[in-house]
Nanobody, 127 residues
Framework: VQLQASGGGLVQTGDSLRLSCAAS????????MTWFRQAPGKEREFLAT??????????DSVKGRFTMSRDDRDDAKKMAYLQMNSLKPEDTAIYYC???????????????????WGQGTLVTVSS
């Protein structure tokens, strides 16, 4: 599975941004797709995931502000999106999409369980 994240940029507090993740590979449909972020000096943080079965889970820190969606209609490229609203300076980080062949809720929140990562896209929120 190959992943490519895009959509980051510089925004102001309160703005919205939508990140995209393109997943290619003939087995991509079987994978849970997940968003993580990593701020300078901090560990990688789970944000949201959508399993291959369509279930979506969010971290408490972003619940209500971030919305994840997934589009598997194109066999050649699966898409995952992260709509981020009411952005805050503390949301500044590199955002990564990742894929895992698991639907176990506890497992898919752990970054060290993932084999496939996109290159990351930088989101900077100015105050």
């Amino acid at each position: 599975v190959q992943l490519q994240a895009s959509g980051g940029g510089l925004v102001q507090t309160g703005d919205s941004l939508r990140l995209s993740c393109a997943a290619s590979g003939r087995t991509a449909r079987s994978y849970a797709m997940t968003w993580f972020r990593q701020a300078p000096g901090k560990e990688r943080e789970f944000l949201a995931t959508t399993t291959s079965g369509g279930s979506t889970y969010y971290a408490d820190s972003v619940k209500g502000r971030f919305t994840m969606s997934r589009d598997d209609r194109d066999d050649a490229k699966k898409m995952a999106y992260l709509q981020m609203n009411s952005l805050k300076p503390e949301d500044t980080a590199i955002y990564y999409c990742a894929a895992i062949l698991s639907s176990h809720v506890a497992t898919i929140q752990l970054s060290n369980k993932y084999d496939y990562w996109g290159q990351g896209t930088l989101v900077t929120v100015s105050s």
